[in-house]
């Protein structure tokens, strides 16, 4: 069971590295600053919290509340963001040119493996 683990993690670490090098995302703290900014910007509010999350994020019924597990790696804090943001519905008239190409450049991009 032990191996089982080990290789899934594997599995999944590749899937995330090939996200990112598809989407042109680095994992950097400057990534994830620019997407809490964003959604900031468009109204939502981005906690990180400790908990039982099974994925990275999830966001809070007609809160604008999204939590993030806090003892998660940097590449999943950015990959359960990136993948929340491209599903919301966000007003571009709220965001400035530089955040409305850095969404535009989340939604338009498809996740391959």
Do not use: P, W
């Amino acid at each position: 069971m032990l191996f089982l683990k080990s290789h899934v993690s594997n599995l999944t670490s590749q899937i995330y590295s090939s996200y990112f090098y598809r989407q042109m995302l680095t994992v950097t703290n400057h990534t994830l600053e620019k997407l809490e900014t964003l959604l900031r910007t468009a109204g939502y509010r981005v906690r990180y919290e400790k908990g039982n999350f099974k994925t990275g994020a999830c966001m809070l019924l007609h809160n604008r509340v999204i939590m993030v597990n806090k003892f998660s790696g940097l590449e999943s804090k950015i990959l359960a963001i990136a993948e929340l943001t491209r599903s919301l519905e966000i007003d571009y008239n709220l965001l400035d040119e530089k955040q409305t190409a850095f969404l535009n450049q989340l939604k338009q991009t498809t996740i391959q493996f």
